[in-house]
């Protein structure tokens, strides 16, 4: 199904003057045959100003109003004669209908408004042949944006992890919309969470060893929490190739939300705590090391004393001790003599 676009339809205000004037023409028929009528003559005139008092608002169901970043897909008898876009006054075949499968589903997303409320007041704006409201099945041409639920979901080490992603599309082609698919909000919400799945599963959460999350049977350093731009890239993409065939563009995609599953988030805080520690214990290590290793270089430089092996190995002892403490240290001084 190929999108055609009807062209020089903005005729909306030319018809709509016109079929005024040619109503009010046939009331002030109807009275003026009424008046020949009591006078005997032929009532032709008054027979034709009543017929036209009884289907001239015809013309007034193929009024259409557009706002800015919106369409409407027609169909007469069933068939697909074109889609209006832009803002402006239209008249269209009055027989035609608006088709729009997804007026009434409301995802968590912009523009799901429910605009379906029944007024009271005439509106041309809302009128349509058998007394349909055709408003709400414009569709919007407007970036829109999708906040999928939460999903559990299982990374390549087997740890469920919970991921909300957000995702900015718009419709690019109304035929393929409304035609190939039975519901484009409903099929993009469910490629949206297909495609989530399909690549949470190649990603570990963090870092892990031996892991190749590119595909090139290289291990590498990809994980949901540190390449979280490239995995959204690669959601984005994803979602795109499955909802091309219905006329929808993914402009945008990115992860909302991003942690462990509640029945192992406790544990995984402890071994990211444990990680911590330890990196950090080891960084003190470093650094005390290399301060025992000045101090004793110093030390023989200037000379100011001379230590045996023994005496070199309770001085490291000590500064070690001094240095990669938690807690601080409470010396005991020894007056006498070294030996």
């Given at each position: 199904?190929?999108?055609?676009?009807?062209?020089?339809?903005?005729?909306?205000?030319?018809?709509?003057?016109?079929?005024?004037?040619?109503?009010?023409?046939?009331?002030?028929?109807?009275?003026?045959?009424?008046?020949?009528?009591?006078?005997?003559?032929?009532?032709?005139?008054?027979?034709?100003?009543?017929?036209?008092?009884?289907?001239?608002?015809?013309?007034?169901?193929?009024?259409?109003?557009?706002?800015?970043?919106?369409?409407?897909?027609?169909?007469?008898?069933?068939?697909?004669?074109?889609?209006?876009?832009?803002?402006?006054?239209?008249?269209?075949?009055?027989?035609?209908?608006?088709?729009?499968?997804?007026?009434?589903?409301?995802?968590?997303?912009?523009?799901?408004?429910?605009?379906?409320?029944?007024?009271?007041?005439?509106?041309?704006?809302?009128?349509?042949?058998?007394?349909?409201?055709?408003?709400?099945?414009?569709?919007?041409?407007?970036?829109?944006?999708?906040?999928?639920?939460?999903?559990?979901?299982?990374?390549?080490?087997?740890?469920?992890?919970?991921?909300?992603?957000?995702?900015?599309?718009?419709?690019?082609?109304?035929?393929?919309?409304?035609?190939?698919?039975?519901?484009?909000?409903?099929?993009?919400?469910?490629?949206?969470?297909?495609?989530?799945?399909?690549?949470?599963?190649?990603?570990?959460?963090?870092?892990?060893?031996?892991?190749?999350t590119t595909g090139d049977g290289?291990?590498?350093?990809?994980?949901?929490?540190?390449?979280?731009?490239?995995?959204?890239?690669?959601?984005?993409?994803?979602?795109?190739?499955?909802?091309?065939?219905?006329?929808?563009?993914?402009?945008?995609?990115?992860?909302?939300?991003?942690?462990?599953?509640?029945?192992?988030?406790?544990?995984?805080?402890?071994?990211?705590?444990?990680?911590?520690?330890?990196?950090?214990?080891?960084?003190?290590?470093?650094?005390?090391?290399?301060?025992?290793?000045?101090?004793?270089?110093?030390?023989?430089?200037?000379?100011?004393?001379?230590?045996?092996?023994?005496?070199?190995?309770?001085?490291?002892?000590?500064?070690?001790?001094?240095l990669c403490g938690n807690r601080?240290?409470?010396?005991?001084?020894?007056?006498?003599?070294?030996?």
């Open positions: 199904m190929k999108e055609k676009v009807l062209q020089n339809k903005k005729k909306g205000m030319l018809v709509l003057v016109l079929t005024t004037l040619v109503y009010l023409t046939a009331a002030a028929g109807c009275a003026f045959g009424s008046m020949q009528l009591s006078r005997g003559k032929s009532p032709v005139l008054l027979i034709i100003s009543i017929i036209w008092l009884c289907i001239g608002w015809f013309p007034y169901c193929g009024l259409r109003i557009l706002k800015p970043q919106e369409a409407l897909v027609l169909t007469l008898f069933g068939k697909y004669v074109g889609t209006l876009k832009g803002e402006g006054f239209y008249f269209i075949n009055p027989f035609c209908t608006s088709v729009n499968p997804a007026a009434d589903t409301h995802l968590n997303q912009s523009g799901d408004v429910n605009n379906n409320a029944k007024k009271a007041s005439f509106s041309w704006n809302r009128v349509e042949i058998g007394g349909g409201d055709y408003s709400g099945k414009k569709i919007s041409l407007k970036i829109m944006t999708l906040n999928n639920s939460r999903q559990k979901i299982n990374d390549c080490l087997g740890n469920p992890v919970e991921i909300g992603i957000a995702v900015m599309w718009r419709v690019v082609d109304t035929s393929k919309a409304v035609f190939n698919v039975d519901n484009y909000k409903e099929y993009l919400s469910l490629q949206c969470d297909t495609a989530l799945r399909n690549i949470v599963r190649i990603y570990p959460y963090d870092v892990a060893p031996n892991v190749d290289q291990a590498d350093e990809g994980s949901l929490r540190g390449s979280s731009e490239i995995v959204a890239d690669r959601i984005k993409d994803e979602i795109q190739q499955r909802v091309s065939e219905a006329g929808l563009e993914i402009l945008e995609a990115r992860i909302t939300y991003l942690a462990y599953a509640p029945e192992i988030a406790a544990v995984m805080l402890q071994r990211q705590q444990a990680s911590a520690v330890i990196d950090a214990r080891k960084m003190i290590v470093d650094g005390a090391v290399g301060m025992v290793e000045m101090a004793l270089g110093r030390l023989n430089e200037n000379g100011i004393v001379e230590l045996d092996e023994e005496r070199k190995a309770a001085m490291v002892s000590n500064l070690l001790v001094v601080d240290a409470q010396p005991i001084v020894n007056s006498g003599s070294l030996y």
